[in-house]
């Protein structure tokens, strides 16, 4: 079935350093690939989005390429900022394997720190 | 403005009472869905909805039950609440346009169970 597995938090760091987020998926069809970003006492928000192969998605700084070869999708930032902090999940959608919902991974925790 | 919304964001209640947590949108969003969030951050779909009338389990089991009665509202009931029900409530809905799937997140309802 369709999974999806990101690195485990919680990831630490100060401020300007540069962030990878690694995210791996395994679907059956052709899926969209989604991150998300979750700040502290509230819901979801899209961060970014890829819909087929070696598409880049990018927001606020982030970025993420569709890497069909690797079944990769890892999320980037050049320059963190305290800001930045929150919890991320990377997504995958897939009509043929999901029905069309978001299969999510477990979410990586990010701390800046100043 | 579109938007989707929860309401209350936090409840505290006692064991065996019935409670109602409501999700609108007003995006015209044809697919709805609950999750369940756990303190260790991961998501689980507990409820979806592809329109009105119609209504499914999703992969975690939960003795909540939803309704869709109309296509912004989607509320879902625990008949009798237990200390195990502590949590944090998702809604979320999408558009389902093809290639895309992406979902938009309420603020979320934090439940605590006395």
């Known amino acids: 079935g369709n999974s999806v597995t990101q690195m485990e938090g919680p990831v630490t760091l100060s401020e300007e350093a540069f962030l990878t987020i690694n995210c791996t998926y395994t679907?059956?069809?052709?899926?969209?690939l989604f991150w998300y970003v979750q700040y502290p006492g509230e819901g979801l928000q899209l961060l970014l989005k890829a819909t087929k192969a070696d598409d880049k998605g990018s927001n606020k700084g982030f970025e993420a390429t569709y890497r069909k070869e690797t079944t990769s999708f890892h999320l980037e930032k050049g320059s963190v900022q305290v800001s930045d902090s929150a919890v991320y999940f990377c997504?995958?959608?897939?009509?043929?394997?999901?029905?069309?919902?978001?299969?999510f991974g477990k979410g990586t925790k990010l701390s800046v720190k100043p | 403005e579109a938007d989707i919304y929860q309401t209350p964001r936090y409840l505290v209640i006692g064991t065996g009472k019935k409670i109602t947590l409501e999700c609108s949108q007003t995006m015209g969003h044809d697919k709805m869905y609950w999750y369940q969030q756990d303190p260790g951050m991961e998501l689980h779909l507990i409820h979806y909805s592809y329109g009105v009338n119609s209504t499914e389990k999703g992969d975690l089991s939960s003795e909540s039950t939803v309704s869709r009665i109309r296509t912004e509202h989607f509320p879902l009931t625990l008949e009798s609440a237990r200390p195990s029900h502590t949590s944090q409530y998702l809604c979320a809905s999408s558009g389902g346009l093809a290639g895309a799937y992406e979902q938009y997140f309420g603020p979320g309802t934090r439940l605590t169970v006395t």
């Open positions: 679907a059956t069809g052709y899926p969209s």
């Open positions: 997504a995958l959608s897939d009509y043929g394997g999901s029905q069309g919902n978001l299969i």
